[in-house]
Protein backbone atom coordinates (compact mmCIF):
# COMPACT_ATOMS: atom_id res chain seq x y z
CA UNK A 1 0.00 0.00 0.00
CA UNK A 2 1.33 3.79 -1.13
CA UNK A 3 -0.30 6.09 0.71
CA UNK A 4 0.86 9.05 0.20
CA UNK A 5 -0.28 12.17 3.20
CA UNK A 6 -0.81 15.42 2.46
CA UNK A 7 0.38 18.09 4.82
CA UNK A 8 -2.60 20.81 4.39
CA UNK A 9 -0.95 23.45 6.74
CA UNK A 10 2.37 23.64 4.82
CA UNK A 11 0.21 23.70 1.25
CA UNK A 12 -1.98 26.13 2.80
CA UNK A 13 -5.28 24.51 1.79
CA UNK A 14 -7.98 24.51 4.50
CA UNK A 15 -10.54 23.05 2.88
CA UNK A 16 -10.66 20.80 -0.45
CA UNK A 17 -8.49 20.21 -3.68
CA UNK A 18 -9.36 22.40 -6.83
CA UNK A 19 -7.94 19.72 -9.67
CA UNK A 20 -7.42 21.63 -12.78
CA UNK A 21 -5.29 18.92 -14.98
CA UNK A 22 -4.35 15.82 -14.20
CA UNK A 23 -2.08 13.19 -15.12
CA UNK A 24 -1.56 9.81 -13.74
CA UNK A 25 -0.38 9.25 -10.33
CA UNK A 26 0.67 6.06 -8.44
CA UNK A 27 -0.58 5.58 -5.25
CA UNK A 28 -3.09 7.25 -2.91
CA UNK A 29 -2.92 10.79 -1.33
CA UNK A 30 -4.72 11.04 1.88
CA UNK A 31 -6.09 14.33 2.52
CA UNK A 32 -6.58 15.66 6.66
CA UNK A 33 -9.42 18.11 6.74
CA UNK A 34 -11.54 19.48 9.51
CA UNK A 35 -15.21 20.67 8.75
CA UNK A 36 -14.87 24.38 9.01
CA UNK A 37 -17.51 27.53 7.37
CA UNK A 38 -17.34 28.35 4.13
CA UNK A 39 -15.97 32.00 3.56
CA UNK A 40 -14.45 33.75 1.31
CA UNK A 41 -10.54 33.80 0.81
CA UNK A 42 -7.96 34.72 -1.47
CA UNK A 43 -7.35 31.67 -3.99
CA UNK A 44 -3.69 30.25 -3.03
CA UNK A 45 -1.34 28.15 -5.55
CA UNK A 46 0.52 25.04 -4.48
CA UNK A 47 2.10 22.83 -6.16
CA UNK A 48 2.20 19.18 -4.86
CA UNK A 49 5.42 17.39 -6.23
CA UNK A 50 5.17 13.57 -6.80
CA UNK A 51 7.24 11.62 -8.79
CA UNK A 52 5.13 11.29 -12.17
CA UNK A 53 2.97 14.32 -11.75
CA UNK A 54 2.42 18.02 -11.31
CA UNK A 55 -0.89 19.18 -9.83
CA UNK A 56 -2.31 22.72 -9.44
CA UNK A 57 -4.01 22.78 -6.33
CA UNK A 58 -6.14 26.11 -4.99
CA UNK A 59 -8.41 27.03 -2.18
CA UNK A 60 -12.10 26.67 -2.28
CA UNK A 61 -13.72 27.86 0.72
CA UNK A 62 -15.61 30.13 -1.53
CA UNK A 63 -19.45 28.58 -2.24
CA UNK A 64 -20.21 28.58 -6.20
CA UNK A 65 -22.99 30.81 -6.76
CA UNK A 66 -26.21 29.56 -8.53
CA UNK A 67 -26.20 31.54 -11.99
CA UNK A 68 -28.84 32.68 -13.89
CA UNK A 69 -30.38 31.15 -17.26
CA UNK A 70 -30.09 34.59 -19.02
CA UNK A 71 -26.28 34.09 -18.11
CA UNK A 72 -25.55 30.61 -18.63
CA UNK A 73 -27.00 28.86 -21.44
CA UNK A 74 -25.88 25.52 -20.06
CA UNK A 75 -28.24 22.85 -18.08
CA UNK A 76 -26.62 20.52 -15.96
CA UNK A 77 -27.06 16.90 -17.04
CA UNK A 78 -27.57 14.02 -15.17
CA UNK A 79 -26.93 10.81 -16.86
CA UNK A 80 -27.59 7.03 -15.54
CA UNK A 81 -25.43 4.90 -16.58
CA UNK A 82 -26.42 1.97 -14.13
CA UNK A 83 -28.34 1.48 -10.62
CA UNK A 84 -31.92 2.74 -11.42
CA UNK A 85 -33.97 -0.11 -12.25
CA UNK A 86 -31.83 -3.02 -10.82
CA UNK A 87 -30.11 -3.30 -7.76
CA UNK A 88 -26.15 -2.96 -8.53
CA UNK A 89 -23.99 -1.37 -11.32
CA UNK A 90 -24.39 1.75 -9.80
CA UNK A 91 -22.96 4.65 -12.39
CA UNK A 92 -24.18 8.18 -12.77
CA UNK A 93 -22.59 10.99 -14.51
CA UNK A 94 -23.01 15.10 -13.77
CA UNK A 95 -22.26 16.92 -16.91
CA UNK A 96 -22.24 20.51 -16.97
CA UNK A 97 -20.80 22.54 -20.07
CA UNK A 98 -17.16 20.84 -20.50
CA UNK A 99 -17.13 19.15 -17.29
CA UNK A 100 -18.69 15.99 -15.93
CA UNK A 101 -17.73 14.17 -12.85
CA UNK A 102 -18.77 10.30 -12.20
CA UNK A 103 -20.54 9.20 -9.47
CA UNK A 104 -19.65 5.38 -8.64
CA UNK A 105 -18.68 2.41 -11.00
CA UNK A 106 -20.17 -0.72 -10.04
CA UNK A 107 -21.12 -4.69 -10.92
CA UNK A 108 -23.86 -6.88 -10.56
CA UNK A 109 -23.81 -10.61 -10.93
CA UNK A 110 -25.17 -12.66 -13.65
CA UNK A 111 -28.51 -14.31 -13.62
CA UNK A 112 -29.58 -17.41 -14.97
CA UNK A 113 -30.05 -16.00 -18.86
CA UNK A 114 -26.14 -15.40 -18.59
CA UNK A 115 -24.86 -18.70 -19.26
CA UNK A 116 -21.04 -18.65 -18.50
CA UNK A 117 -20.90 -14.84 -17.48
CA UNK A 118 -18.84 -14.16 -14.64
CA UNK A 119 -19.56 -10.29 -14.14
CA UNK A 120 -21.83 -7.87 -15.41
CA UNK A 121 -20.65 -4.08 -15.83
CA UNK A 122 -22.31 -0.66 -17.35
CA UNK A 123 -21.66 0.25 -20.89
CA UNK A 124 -19.00 3.66 -20.57
CA UNK A 125 -19.23 4.05 -24.31
CA UNK A 126 -20.73 7.28 -23.69
CA UNK A 127 -17.94 8.00 -21.29
CA UNK A 128 -15.37 7.33 -23.64
CA UNK A 129 -16.46 9.05 -26.29
CA UNK A 130 -17.01 12.11 -23.75
CA UNK A 131 -13.44 11.22 -21.66
CA UNK A 132 -12.19 15.27 -22.16
CA UNK A 133 -14.74 16.63 -20.28
CA UNK A 134 -14.25 14.25 -17.09
CA UNK A 135 -12.52 15.86 -14.17
CA UNK A 136 -13.14 12.73 -11.76
CA UNK A 137 -14.98 9.83 -10.39
CA UNK A 138 -16.37 9.83 -6.97
CA UNK A 139 -17.12 6.71 -4.84
CA UNK A 140 -19.67 6.85 -1.99
CA UNK A 141 -18.06 3.21 -0.24
CA UNK A 142 -16.33 0.24 -1.28
CA UNK A 143 -19.09 -2.13 -1.93
CA UNK A 144 -19.01 -4.45 -5.42
CA UNK A 145 -22.01 -2.92 -6.90
CA UNK A 146 -20.02 0.73 -6.56
CA UNK A 147 -16.39 -0.64 -7.10
CA UNK A 148 -16.64 -3.86 -8.92
CA UNK A 149 -15.92 -2.37 -12.68
CA UNK A 150 -13.53 0.04 -11.57
CA UNK A 151 -10.75 -2.25 -13.06
CA UNK A 152 -12.32 -2.55 -16.13
CA UNK A 153 -13.80 0.89 -17.15
CA UNK A 154 -10.49 2.56 -15.71
CA UNK A 155 -9.03 0.87 -19.02
CA UNK A 156 -10.96 2.77 -20.97
CA UNK A 157 -11.14 6.14 -19.14
CA UNK A 158 -8.08 7.75 -17.90
CA UNK A 159 -9.56 10.03 -14.42
CA UNK A 160 -8.43 10.27 -11.62
CA UNK A 161 -10.63 8.42 -8.44
CA UNK A 162 -11.66 10.26 -5.14
CA UNK A 163 -13.20 8.00 -2.06
CA UNK A 164 -12.46 7.43 1.54
CA UNK A 165 -9.63 5.82 3.10
CA UNK A 166 -11.31 1.79 3.17
CA UNK A 167 -13.19 2.50 -0.07
CA UNK A 168 -9.85 3.55 -1.63
CA UNK A 169 -7.62 0.36 0.06
CA UNK A 170 -10.41 -2.44 -1.54
CA UNK A 171 -9.88 -0.22 -5.37
CA UNK A 172 -6.32 -0.20 -4.85
CA UNK A 173 -6.49 -3.91 -4.32
CA UNK A 174 -8.57 -4.75 -7.29
CA UNK A 175 -6.17 -2.85 -9.50
CA UNK A 176 -2.82 -4.35 -8.20
CA UNK A 177 -4.86 -7.62 -9.61
CA UNK A 178 -5.91 -5.85 -12.54
CA UNK A 179 -2.04 -4.64 -12.85
CA UNK A 180 -3.29 -1.34 -13.19
CA UNK A 181 -0.63 0.83 -11.47
CA UNK A 182 -0.72 3.98 -12.89
CA UNK A 183 -4.03 5.18 -11.53
CA UNK A 184 -4.51 8.26 -9.64
CA UNK A 185 -6.46 8.07 -5.98
CA UNK A 186 -7.01 10.51 -3.51
CA UNK A 187 -8.24 9.38 -0.29
CA UNK A 188 -10.58 12.62 1.32
CA UNK A 189 -12.12 11.96 4.45
CA UNK A 190 -15.68 13.00 5.51
CA UNK A 191 -16.40 16.18 5.58
CA UNK A 192 -13.76 17.17 2.84
CA UNK A 193 -14.47 19.31 -0.25
CA UNK A 194 -12.94 18.63 -3.09
CA UNK A 195 -13.48 20.84 -6.30
CA UNK A 196 -13.40 18.92 -10.02
CA UNK A 197 -14.28 21.30 -12.71
CA UNK A 198 -17.27 23.90 -11.77
CA UNK A 199 -18.47 21.07 -9.52
CA UNK A 200 -17.56 21.19 -5.63
CA UNK A 201 -18.13 18.47 -3.65
CA UNK A 202 -18.61 17.40 0.23
CA UNK A 203 -18.10 14.43 1.36
CA UNK A 204 -20.45 13.78 4.24
CA UNK A 205 -20.68 10.75 6.65
CA UNK A 206 -23.32 8.45 6.63
CA UNK A 207 -24.31 4.90 8.08
CA UNK A 208 -23.89 1.86 5.65
CA UNK A 209 -23.18 -2.03 6.32
CA UNK A 210 -18.75 -0.67 5.65
CA UNK A 211 -16.88 1.39 6.83
CA UNK A 212 -16.25 4.75 4.97
CA UNK A 213 -19.39 5.32 3.32
CA UNK A 214 -20.45 8.84 2.63
CA UNK A 215 -23.69 10.78 0.81
CA UNK A 216 -22.30 13.50 -1.19
CA UNK A 217 -23.01 17.60 -1.29
CA UNK A 218 -22.35 18.59 -4.86
CA UNK A 219 -22.47 22.30 -5.69
CA UNK A 220 -23.91 23.33 -9.38
CA UNK A 221 -23.69 26.26 -11.44
CA UNK A 222 -27.73 25.50 -11.14
CA UNK A 223 -27.88 24.72 -7.05
CA UNK A 224 -27.25 22.37 -5.12
CA UNK A 225 -27.71 18.36 -5.64
CA UNK A 226 -27.70 16.32 -2.25
CA UNK A 227 -26.85 12.41 -3.32
CA UNK A 228 -27.42 9.78 0.21
CA UNK A 229 -25.62 6.81 -1.41
CA UNK A 230 -26.36 3.70 -0.05
CA UNK A 231 -27.29 4.69 3.63
CA UNK A 232 -29.34 4.12 7.16
CA UNK A 233 -29.34 5.70 10.21
CA UNK A 234 -27.81 4.05 13.06
CA UNK A 235 -27.66 6.20 16.53
CA UNK A 236 -25.52 3.16 17.96
CA UNK A 237 -22.94 2.40 15.29
CA UNK A 238 -19.92 -0.06 16.20
CA UNK A 239 -17.62 2.46 14.98
CA UNK A 240 -19.24 5.94 16.96
CA UNK A 241 -19.95 7.36 13.73
CA UNK A 242 -23.35 8.37 13.50
CA UNK A 243 -24.38 9.69 9.87
CA UNK A 244 -24.18 13.77 10.07
CA UNK A 245 -27.56 14.80 10.49
CA UNK A 246 -26.33 17.83 11.35
CA UNK A 247 -24.27 19.04 8.42
CA UNK A 248 -27.10 17.14 5.79
CA UNK A 249 -29.51 19.84 7.82
CA UNK A 250 -27.65 22.64 7.32
CA UNK A 251 -27.43 22.13 3.89
CA UNK A 252 -31.08 21.55 3.41
CA UNK A 253 -31.90 24.94 4.95
CA UNK A 254 -29.20 26.39 2.30
CA UNK A 255 -31.67 24.75 -0.37
CA UNK A 256 -31.10 21.52 -2.00
CA UNK A 257 -32.33 21.48 -6.11
CA UNK A 258 -32.36 17.97 -6.12
CA UNK A 259 -31.90 14.78 -4.39
CA UNK A 260 -31.11 11.52 -5.24
CA UNK A 261 -31.60 8.83 -2.44
CA UNK A 262 -31.58 4.87 -1.84
CA UNK A 263 -33.87 2.79 -2.56
CA UNK A 264 -33.26 -0.21 -1.41
CA UNK A 265 -35.36 -0.72 1.43
CA UNK A 266 -38.15 1.39 0.68
CA UNK A 267 -40.66 -1.91 1.14
CA UNK A 268 -39.89 -2.21 4.44
CA UNK A 269 -41.30 -0.20 7.06
CA UNK A 270 -40.25 1.43 10.15
CA UNK A 271 -36.27 1.82 10.56
CA UNK A 272 -33.52 -0.71 9.92
CA UNK A 273 -31.93 -1.88 13.01
CA UNK A 274 -28.76 -0.96 14.98
CA UNK A 275 -25.55 -2.62 14.15
CA UNK A 276 -25.22 -2.76 17.63
CA UNK A 277 -28.21 -5.58 17.81
CA UNK A 278 -26.42 -8.04 15.79
CA UNK A 279 -23.76 -8.30 18.41
CA UNK A 280 -26.01 -9.15 21.40
CA UNK A 281 -27.20 -11.46 18.99
CA UNK A 282 -23.85 -12.80 18.12
CA UNK A 283 -23.03 -12.77 22.00
CA UNK A 284 -26.09 -15.55 22.44
CA UNK A 285 -25.07 -17.95 20.05
CA UNK A 286 -21.54 -17.63 20.80
CA UNK A 287 -22.67 -18.58 24.56
CA UNK A 288 -25.34 -21.22 23.86
CA UNK A 289 -22.99 -23.04 21.57
CA UNK A 290 -20.11 -22.87 23.95
CA UNK A 291 -19.01 -26.77 23.50
CA UNK A 292 -19.69 -26.64 19.56
CA UNK A 293 -17.63 -25.11 16.77
CA UNK A 294 -18.72 -22.16 14.95
CA UNK A 295 -18.82 -21.29 11.67
CA UNK A 296 -19.87 -17.57 10.89
CA UNK A 297 -20.47 -16.51 7.16
CA UNK A 298 -20.72 -12.60 6.24
CA UNK A 299 -20.06 -10.26 3.80
CA UNK A 300 -16.61 -9.75 3.52
CA UNK A 301 -16.70 -6.05 3.31
CA UNK A 302 -18.42 -5.64 6.71
CA UNK A 303 -15.81 -4.48 8.76
CA UNK A 304 -17.63 -3.28 11.39
CA UNK A 305 -20.30 -6.95 11.62
CA UNK A 306 -16.52 -8.58 11.77
CA UNK A 307 -14.96 -6.36 14.59
CA UNK A 308 -17.92 -7.60 16.27
CA UNK A 309 -17.10 -11.29 15.61
CA UNK A 310 -13.33 -10.95 16.52
CA UNK A 311 -14.19 -8.97 19.81
CA UNK A 312 -16.76 -12.06 20.51
CA UNK A 313 -13.93 -14.94 20.04
CA UNK A 314 -11.35 -13.07 21.96
CA UNK A 315 -14.31 -12.75 25.06
CA UNK A 316 -14.98 -16.63 24.33
CA UNK A 317 -11.14 -17.71 24.05
CA UNK A 318 -11.75 -18.52 20.62
CA UNK A 319 -8.92 -18.86 17.75
CA UNK A 320 -10.34 -17.56 14.53
CA UNK A 321 -9.87 -18.84 10.80
CA UNK A 322 -10.54 -17.10 7.49
CA UNK A 323 -12.09 -18.69 5.14
CA UNK A 324 -12.60 -17.56 1.39
CA UNK A 325 -9.86 -15.07 -0.55
CA UNK A 326 -12.47 -11.86 -0.32
CA UNK A 327 -12.60 -12.47 3.12
CA UNK A 328 -8.68 -12.66 3.74
CA UNK A 329 -8.02 -9.90 1.67
CA UNK A 330 -10.38 -7.34 3.25
CA UNK A 331 -9.65 -8.06 6.85
CA UNK A 332 -5.66 -7.64 6.13
CA UNK A 333 -6.50 -4.85 3.65
CA UNK A 334 -8.60 -2.89 6.93
CA UNK A 335 -6.55 -4.32 9.45
CA UNK A 336 -3.26 -2.33 7.84
CA UNK A 337 -5.48 1.05 8.16
CA UNK A 338 -7.21 0.63 11.12
CA UNK A 339 -10.15 -0.03 10.66
CA UNK A 340 -9.96 -3.65 11.77
CA UNK A 341 -8.52 -4.27 14.99
CA UNK A 342 -6.95 -7.84 15.29
CA UNK A 343 -5.33 -8.71 18.23
CA UNK A 344 -1.46 -10.65 18.08
CA UNK A 345 -2.25 -14.72 17.99
CA UNK A 346 -5.93 -14.42 17.62
CA UNK A 347 -5.88 -15.57 13.98
CA UNK A 348 -5.02 -19.30 12.68
CA UNK A 349 -4.41 -20.65 9.26
CA UNK A 350 -7.30 -22.98 7.93
CA UNK A 351 -5.29 -25.76 7.59
CA UNK A 352 -4.50 -26.06 11.05
CA UNK A 353 -8.00 -25.64 12.41
CA UNK A 354 -8.14 -29.29 12.76
CA UNK A 355 -5.71 -29.32 15.56
CA UNK A 356 -7.91 -27.93 17.85
CA UNK A 357 -10.80 -29.08 19.59
CA UNK A 358 -14.39 -27.27 18.40
CA UNK A 359 -15.02 -25.07 21.32
CA UNK A 360 -11.58 -23.50 20.81
CA UNK A 361 -12.48 -22.57 17.45
CA UNK A 362 -13.99 -20.07 15.47
CA UNK A 363 -14.54 -19.98 11.16
CA UNK A 364 -15.35 -16.87 9.40
CA UNK A 365 -16.25 -17.77 5.81
CA UNK A 366 -17.49 -15.93 2.79
CA UNK A 367 -20.74 -17.80 0.82
CA UNK A 368 -23.64 -15.46 2.36
CA UNK A 369 -25.50 -15.74 -0.87
CA UNK A 370 -24.62 -19.18 -1.86
CA UNK A 371 -21.95 -18.53 -4.37
CA UNK A 372 -21.33 -21.67 -6.59
CA UNK A 373 -17.67 -21.10 -5.70
CA UNK A 374 -17.75 -19.52 -2.30
CA UNK A 375 -16.14 -21.49 1.04
CA UNK A 376 -19.57 -21.90 2.76
CA UNK A 377 -21.13 -23.72 -0.30
CA UNK A 378 -18.53 -25.74 -0.90
CA UNK A 379 -18.64 -26.79 2.97
CA UNK A 380 -22.06 -27.66 2.28
CA UNK A 381 -21.47 -29.74 -0.87
CA UNK A 382 -18.81 -31.50 0.89
CA UNK A 383 -15.94 -30.35 -1.57
CA UNK A 384 -13.90 -28.17 1.15
CA UNK A 385 -11.14 -30.32 2.16
CA UNK A 386 -9.89 -27.89 5.16
CA UNK A 387 -13.18 -28.09 6.45
CA UNK A 388 -16.13 -30.94 6.88
CA UNK A 389 -19.07 -30.58 8.30
CA UNK A 390 -20.46 -32.38 11.39
CA UNK A 391 -22.99 -32.72 14.10
CA UNK A 392 -21.13 -30.75 16.16
CA UNK A 393 -21.03 -28.06 13.86
CA UNK A 394 -23.34 -24.49 14.39
CA UNK A 395 -23.00 -22.72 11.30
CA UNK A 396 -24.53 -19.29 11.68
CA UNK A 397 -25.39 -16.87 8.17
CA UNK A 398 -25.48 -13.30 9.32
CA UNK A 399 -26.78 -11.93 5.85
CA UNK A 400 -29.61 -11.07 4.70
CA UNK A 401 -30.64 -12.90 1.18
CA UNK A 402 -30.19 -10.58 -1.80
CA UNK A 403 -33.54 -11.02 -4.23
CA UNK A 404 -32.63 -13.62 -7.13
CA UNK A 405 -30.57 -15.22 -4.65
CA UNK A 406 -32.77 -17.52 -2.54
CA UNK A 407 -32.53 -20.90 -4.23
CA UNK A 408 -29.03 -21.06 -4.04
CA UNK A 409 -28.75 -20.07 -0.63
CA UNK A 410 -31.82 -21.97 0.86
CA UNK A 411 -29.62 -25.12 -1.33
CA UNK A 412 -26.65 -24.32 1.03
CA UNK A 413 -29.11 -24.23 4.00
CA UNK A 414 -30.58 -27.50 3.40
CA UNK A 415 -27.32 -29.36 2.55
CA UNK A 416 -25.66 -28.05 5.38
CA UNK A 417 -28.52 -29.54 7.37
CA UNK A 418 -28.13 -32.94 6.07
CA UNK A 419 -24.94 -32.94 7.11
CA UNK A 420 -25.82 -32.73 10.67
CA UNK A 421 -25.11 -29.27 11.50
CA UNK A 422 -27.36 -26.82 13.06
CA UNK A 423 -27.86 -23.51 11.04
CA UNK A 424 -28.73 -20.14 12.28
CA UNK A 425 -30.01 -17.95 9.95
CA UNK A 426 -32.05 -14.14 9.53
CA UNK A 427 -35.65 -15.68 9.41
CA UNK A 428 -34.77 -17.47 12.82
CA UNK A 429 -32.63 -15.11 14.57
CA UNK A 430 -31.77 -10.70 14.26
CA UNK A 431 -28.64 -12.14 12.86
CA UNK A 432 -28.24 -9.23 10.52
CA UNK A 433 -28.51 -5.70 10.03
CA UNK A 434 -29.20 -3.66 7.04
CA UNK A 435 -27.50 -1.48 5.24
CA UNK A 436 -29.93 0.79 4.07
CA UNK A 437 -32.58 2.96 5.22
CA UNK A 438 -36.32 1.93 6.01
CA UNK A 439 -39.11 4.03 5.03
CA UNK A 440 -38.99 6.15 8.80
CA UNK A 441 -35.72 6.87 7.88
CA UNK A 442 -36.11 7.84 4.31
CA UNK A 443 -38.98 10.13 5.30
CA UNK A 444 -36.30 12.00 8.09
CA UNK A 445 -34.03 12.32 4.97
CA UNK A 446 -36.54 14.05 2.80
CA UNK A 447 -37.74 16.20 5.36
CA UNK A 448 -34.31 17.52 6.64
CA UNK A 449 -33.09 17.69 2.79
CA UNK A 450 -36.21 18.85 1.76
CA UNK A 451 -35.13 19.49 -2.05
CA UNK A 452 -37.42 21.05 -4.51
CA UNK A 453 -36.84 18.01 -7.09
CA UNK A 454 -36.61 14.43 -6.50
CA UNK A 455 -34.98 11.52 -8.40
CA UNK A 456 -35.13 7.78 -6.52
CA UNK A 457 -32.16 5.46 -7.51
CA UNK A 458 -30.42 2.68 -6.32
CA UNK A 459 -33.23 -0.38 -7.04
CA UNK A 460 -35.80 -1.88 -9.28
CA UNK A 461 -38.42 0.02 -10.78
CA UNK A 462 -40.97 -0.79 -7.94
CA UNK A 463 -38.46 -0.13 -5.33
CA UNK A 464 -38.30 3.74 -7.40
CA UNK A 465 -42.11 3.82 -7.76
CA UNK A 466 -42.94 3.50 -4.16
CA UNK A 467 -40.26 5.92 -3.15
CA UNK A 468 -41.27 8.52 -5.28
CA UNK A 469 -44.98 7.76 -3.57
CA UNK A 470 -43.13 8.66 -0.39
CA UNK A 471 -41.90 11.46 -1.57
CA UNK A 472 -45.63 12.66 -2.65
CA UNK A 473 -46.77 11.52 0.28
CA UNK A 474 -44.64 13.86 2.63
CA UNK A 475 -46.06 17.12 -0.03
CA UNK A 476 -43.73 16.88 -2.95
CA UNK A 477 -45.51 17.52 -6.39
CA UNK A 478 -45.60 14.54 -8.50
CA UNK A 479 -44.16 16.99 -11.56
CA UNK A 480 -41.52 17.25 -9.11
CA UNK A 481 -40.04 13.63 -9.37
CA UNK A 482 -38.19 12.01 -11.72
CA UNK A 483 -38.08 8.27 -12.38
CA UNK A 484 -35.35 7.37 -14.62
CA UNK A 485 -34.07 3.99 -16.53
CA UNK A 486 -30.61 3.37 -17.75
CA UNK A 487 -29.75 5.57 -20.75
CA UNK A 488 -31.79 8.58 -19.69
CA UNK A 489 -30.59 11.81 -19.23
CA UNK A 490 -32.49 14.48 -17.48
CA UNK A 491 -32.21 17.93 -17.67
CA UNK A 492 -32.09 20.49 -14.65
CA UNK A 493 -32.38 23.79 -14.14
CA UNK A 494 -32.72 26.25 -11.23
CA UNK A 495 -36.50 26.03 -11.62
CA UNK A 496 -37.33 22.97 -14.14
CA UNK A 497 -36.27 19.16 -14.53
CA UNK A 498 -37.03 16.75 -17.44
CA UNK A 499 -35.80 14.27 -19.34
CA UNK A 500 -33.72 14.92 -21.87
CA UNK A 501 -32.08 12.51 -25.05
CA UNK A 502 -31.81 9.21 -24.58
CA UNK A 503 -27.85 7.94 -24.67
CA UNK A 504 -26.07 4.49 -25.29
CA UNK A 505 -26.11 2.66 -21.87
CA UNK A 506 -26.72 -0.55 -20.80
CA UNK A 507 -24.72 -4.02 -19.83
CA UNK A 508 -21.30 -5.56 -20.63
CA UNK A 509 -20.37 -9.02 -20.07
CA UNK A 510 -17.22 -10.28 -18.28
CA UNK A 511 -16.34 -13.54 -19.34
CA UNK A 512 -12.90 -14.80 -18.04
CA UNK A 513 -10.47 -12.07 -19.18
CA UNK A 514 -12.94 -10.74 -22.06
CA UNK A 515 -15.35 -8.36 -22.13
CA UNK A 516 -18.34 -8.36 -24.20
CA UNK A 517 -21.83 -5.95 -24.94
CA UNK A 518 -25.23 -6.89 -24.16
CA UNK A 519 -25.40 -7.49 -27.92
CA UNK A 520 -23.35 -10.54 -27.79
CA UNK A 521 -23.40 -13.21 -30.12
CA UNK A 522 -21.54 -15.81 -27.84
CA UNK A 523 -24.18 -14.96 -24.81
CA UNK A 524 -26.67 -15.95 -27.80
CA UNK A 525 -25.13 -18.80 -28.76
CA UNK A 526 -25.20 -19.63 -25.07
CA UNK A 527 -28.67 -19.51 -24.32
CA UNK A 528 -29.36 -21.45 -27.46
CA UNK A 529 -27.05 -24.21 -26.78
CA UNK A 530 -29.13 -24.71 -22.98
CA UNK A 531 -32.21 -24.38 -24.12
CA UNK A 532 -32.35 -26.42 -27.64
CA UNK A 533 -29.11 -28.40 -27.46
CA UNK A 534 -26.85 -29.07 -30.43
CA UNK A 535 -26.77 -31.39 -33.25
CA UNK A 536 -23.48 -31.83 -35.30
CA UNK A 537 -23.96 -33.77 -38.65
CA UNK A 538 -20.40 -34.47 -40.58
CA UNK A 539 -20.38 -35.82 -43.97
CA UNK A 540 -18.11 -36.88 -45.85
CA UNK A 541 -17.17 -36.50 -49.60
CA UNK A 542 -15.27 -38.10 -51.89
CA UNK A 543 -13.16 -35.87 -53.96
CA UNK A 544 -12.74 -37.16 -57.12
CA UNK A 545 -16.76 -38.47 -57.99
CA UNK A 546 -18.17 -35.69 -55.38
CA UNK A 547 -20.17 -38.40 -53.92
CA UNK A 548 -21.30 -39.33 -50.69
CA UNK A 549 -19.15 -41.19 -48.35
CA UNK A 550 -20.60 -41.25 -45.19
CA UNK A 551 -22.76 -39.48 -42.47
CA UNK A 552 -22.94 -39.38 -39.12
CA UNK A 553 -25.50 -37.53 -36.98
CA UNK A 554 -24.85 -36.39 -33.11
CA UNK A 555 -27.06 -34.97 -30.70
CA UNK A 556 -26.30 -32.99 -27.55
CA UNK A 557 -28.27 -32.20 -25.17
CA UNK A 558 -31.94 -32.80 -26.45
CA UNK A 559 -33.82 -36.01 -26.92
CA UNK A 560 -32.39 -37.97 -29.71
CA UNK A 561 -33.44 -41.34 -29.96
CA UNK A 562 -31.77 -43.86 -32.40
CA UNK A 563 -34.52 -43.57 -35.09
CA UNK A 564 -34.90 -40.28 -35.07
CA UNK A 565 -30.72 -39.60 -35.97
CA UNK A 566 -31.84 -42.22 -38.89
CA UNK A 567 -34.77 -40.14 -39.81
CA UNK A 568 -32.80 -37.02 -39.72
CA UNK A 569 -29.53 -39.18 -41.91
CA UNK A 570 -32.49 -39.95 -44.53
CA UNK A 571 -33.27 -36.17 -45.11
CA UNK A 572 -29.87 -35.03 -45.73
CA UNK A 573 -29.23 -37.82 -47.68
CA UNK A 574 -32.65 -37.25 -49.79
CA UNK A 575 -31.45 -33.05 -49.73
CA UNK A 576 -27.80 -33.83 -51.44
CA UNK A 577 -29.51 -36.31 -53.90
CA UNK A 578 -31.79 -33.57 -55.34
CA UNK A 579 -28.30 -31.46 -55.87
CA UNK A 580 -24.97 -31.77 -58.07
CA UNK A 581 -22.10 -31.28 -55.69
CA UNK A 582 -20.56 -30.29 -58.45
CA UNK A 583 -21.89 -27.07 -58.63
CA UNK A 584 -21.66 -26.16 -55.69
CA UNK A 585 -19.86 -23.04 -55.10
CA UNK A 586 -18.55 -23.01 -52.15
CA UNK A 587 -18.59 -25.20 -48.57
CA UNK A 588 -21.00 -22.61 -46.61
CA UNK A 589 -23.91 -23.25 -49.56
CA UNK A 590 -23.01 -27.08 -48.88
CA UNK A 591 -23.21 -26.24 -45.16
CA UNK A 592 -26.68 -24.44 -45.66
CA UNK A 593 -28.32 -27.20 -47.29
CA UNK A 594 -27.41 -29.67 -45.04
CA UNK A 595 -28.40 -27.33 -41.97
CA UNK A 596 -32.01 -26.53 -43.78
CA UNK A 597 -32.82 -30.33 -43.91
CA UNK A 598 -31.85 -31.35 -40.42
CA UNK A 599 -33.45 -28.14 -38.93
CA UNK A 600 -36.96 -28.69 -40.46
CA UNK A 601 -37.08 -32.22 -39.53
CA UNK A 602 -35.93 -32.12 -35.98
CA UNK A 603 -38.37 -28.96 -35.31
CA UNK A 604 -41.15 -31.16 -36.70
CA UNK A 605 -40.03 -34.47 -34.10
CA UNK A 606 -39.46 -32.53 -31.11
CA UNK A 607 -40.25 -28.99 -31.62
CA UNK A 608 -36.44 -27.72 -30.61
CA UNK A 609 -34.61 -25.39 -32.53
CA UNK A 610 -30.89 -26.88 -31.91
CA UNK A 611 -27.92 -25.08 -32.93
CA UNK A 612 -26.80 -27.84 -35.97
CA UNK A 613 -23.11 -27.57 -36.77
CA UNK A 614 -22.42 -29.13 -40.06
CA UNK A 615 -19.03 -30.39 -40.59
CA UNK A 616 -18.06 -31.80 -44.48
CA UNK A 617 -14.76 -33.52 -44.85
CA UNK A 618 -13.78 -33.89 -48.85
CA UNK A 619 -11.27 -37.27 -48.27
Known sequence: MFFKEIDLKKDKINKGVALEKTTKTKGVKTQKQKKVKAKPIDKV???????????????????????????????????????????????????????????????????????????????????????????????????????????????????????????????????????????????????????????????????????????????????????????????????????????????????????????????????????????????????????????IATFASNVHRLQQILDLAVEYKRKVAFSGRSMINIAEAAAKIGELNIPDGLIIDIEKVKNFKDEQVLIVSTGTQGEPMSALTRMASGEFNKVTIGNNDTVVISASVIPGNEKMIYGVINNLYRLGAEVIYESLEPIHASGH???????????????????????????????????????????????????????????????????????????????????SFVLRDRRHLAEDGLVVVVVSVDEASLTLNSLEIIGKGLVFTDDMINEAKSCVVHALDKVDLRTIRDESELNGIIRRSVKNYIFKATKKNPMILPVVMVV
Open 437 to 519: ACQDELKMIHSIVNPKFFIPVHGEYRHLKKHARLAQSLGMKESNILIADIGDTVELTSNTMKFGEKFQAGSRFVDGIGIDGAD
Open 45 to 295: NNKIKSKKSQRAVKNINKPVKVTSLKKDKNKLKIRFIGGVGEIGKNMTAIEYGKDMIIIDAGLTFPTDSMPGVDLVIPDVSFLVENQKKIRGMVITHGHEDHIGGLPYILKDIETPVFGTKLTLTLIENKLKEHRLKEVSLNCIRAGGTIKLGCFTIEFINVNHSIAGAVGLAITTPVGTIFHTGDFKIDFTPVNGQTIDLSRISEIGKKGVLLMMADSTNIEIGGSTISESVVKDTLSHVFSDNSTRRLI
